[in-house]
């Protein structure tokens, strides 16, 4: 066995070799082999000067190069186990830079996350098809026959009728302008007749809805498409008065602010997924009709799912449970936790079936060109910033005719926020409580209660300076203390009415 003298070579000796069965090429790692030595005990105290120095500046570079080069080189040259000898020495740094762990509060959110994703999506699969087979065991299949068709809905064409009856209005303000361009009406008639038009377009469907015995699921889309009526008929007078303002200032001259008033205008604009009207609107070139026709394939596979989990899952829950603010605290909290769940995957389905599928389909229709419906909600910090996101042709419209124009009259910020909240407590309540025929206020108090969540929500965000802080606590109060509470409590105060009329 032949024998090194020295485990180290300087760059000017000869080395020494004891022993006779050692072949010449053996001579030939010395050089590399001296030079890792040496690069290693040069990086090794570059290592510990700089940690010494607590500058947090990485080695140079150079070391590691010349380490990984000469690991190459070897492996390289004779690719036999004899050139582990030289490639990976004790003595060369382990260590190089200084590095965050991949969980670490710095470096979470700087490392890809798709294989805790793909986790997080098995995990869900098999909790959800246990609790699938669960229920099944001890309820058993109750979703009716008459689910999406029964006799009761025959009683529902009152409903249907005033429904087809709606477009009276956007016709009646179309003629009401009309009159005003030709200057036989004065302004003011102009604007009572909007209110007068505006104001029946609402409680016409809740006289309808109020003197009929239908279904809460046809009292409820008329009510929506009422107000969604009520909201196109606002923004179309208040953008006709104020392009009557500018046509009469001295900038009548640009042609983006010229009074027209076209029939044609306001129809497309009645059947456009916006509320804000305006003369014109980015349209795209053509119509992909297998694209709709697969994304409409999807609204009825959503809604479908929407229904079972409504049918199997929370009426069965919500039929077991006492009122909310009558049971006992703790046993209040479990059925509030229980419900959570599948509510918020009703309300996920809902969102993703109408502002994704069936707004985006209409838009396809149509041909409209902004389909900005929705913003990332999800990663929401604050209350504020949800509403600001999730719903983005209300957010525009309360912006363009409530916000914008109380601050243009002097009123302060705090105060314009908070109108815009009035406005759509209002309308939670009226869309809920009328096909219910029920007036708790509950969704009234629930949609105010928001106020001070923006100022509580954003105060931690600003205390805390977290992203993962401020969306945790946007879905604790999302998830469990607003929607799951208000479906128990409008539940449980409409089993009751139904009980005393009988």
């Not at 959800?128 to 064409?157: A, P, Q, T």
């Not at 206020?441 to 949609?447: V, Y």
Request: net charge positive; charged share 15%.
């Amino acid at each position: 066995m032949a024998m090194f003298e020295s485990p180290e070579i300087s760059g000017s000796s000869t080395a020494t070799v004891i022993g006779t069965s050692r072949s010449e090429s053996d001579l030939n790692h010395f050089a590399p082999r001296r030079r890792a030595v040496n690069n290693a005990v040069d990086a090794g105290t570059r290592v510990v000067e700089r940690n010494n120095s607590g500058n947090g500046e990485t080695v140079d570079a150079r070391d590691r190069m010349e380490s990984a080069n000469f690991s190459r080189e070897n492996v390289n040259e004779n690719p036999t186990n004899s050139d582990t000898r030289f490639t990976y020495r004790p003595s060369v740094p382990a260590h190089w830079r200084i590095k965050e762990s991949p969980l670490s509060s710095d470096n979470i959110f700087q490392q890809s996350h798709a294989g805790l994703f793909n986790l997080c999506v098995v995990v869900l699969v098999a909790v959800n098809s246990r609790l699938i087979i669960e229920n099944l065991m001890k309820y058993g299949w109750l979703i009716r026959s008459g689910f999406w068709f029964s006799s009761r809905s025959l009683r529902d064409w009152p409903l249907f009728m005033c429904c087809l009856s709606l477009p009276i209005f956007p016709i009646a303000a179309f003629v009401v302008e009309k009159l005003s361009q030709q200057n036989q009406i004065s302004e003011r008639t102009l604007i009572l007749l909007h209110i007068l038009i505006s104001t029946l377009a609402v409680l016409y469907p809740v006289v309808v809805i109020l003197r009929c015995d239908s279904a809460f699921l046809s009292g409820i889309a008329l009510m929506l498409f009422a107000c969604i009526v009520w909201l196109k008929l606002v923004s179309y007078a208040h953008t006709n008065s104020d392009m009557r303002s500018v046509a009469k200032s001295t900038e009548k001259g640009s042609e983006g602010c010229m009074y027209n008033v076209s029939f044609r205008s306001l129809a497309y604009f009645m059947a456009a997924p916006t509320l804000c009207y305006q003369t014109s609107y980015p349209r795209t070139a053509s119509i992909r009709k297998n694209w709709v026709v697969r994304q409409f394939i999807k609204l009825i596979i959503f809604t479908g799912l929407m229904g079972f989990i409504i049918e199997q899952y929370i009426n069965p829950i919500v039929q077991n449970s006492q009122h909310p603010l009558k049971a006992n605290f703790l046993y209040a909290i479990e059925r509030i936790l229980k419900l959570s769940v599948p509510n918020t995957y009703v309300w996920l389905c809902m969102f993703y079936s109408f502002f994704h599928l069936w707004l985006n389909i209409l838009a396809e229709l149509l041909r409209f060109g902004d389909r900005e419906f929705y913003k990332d909600w999800w990663n929401a910090k604050t209350v504020e910033e949800y509403w600001r996101m999730w719903n983005m042709p209300v957010h525009k419209w309360m912006v363009r005719h409530i916000y914008l124009p109380c601050l243009r009259n002097g009123i302060p910020k705090g105060v314009a926020v908070l109108i815009a909240f009035l406005v759509s407590a209002i309308f939670h309540e009226l869309c809920i409580a009328v096909p219910c025929h029920l007036f708790k206020l509950w969704a009234f108090f629930g949609i105010m209660f928001q106020a001070p969540l923006v100022l509580i929500t954003s105060y931690l965000q600003n205390k805390f300076q977290s992203s993962m802080v401020g969306n945790m606590i946007f879905w604790f109060i999302f998830c469990i203390l607003g929607q799951p509470t208000c479906v128990l409590l409008y539940y449980h105060d409409l089993m009751n009415r139904k009980g005393s009329a009988d």
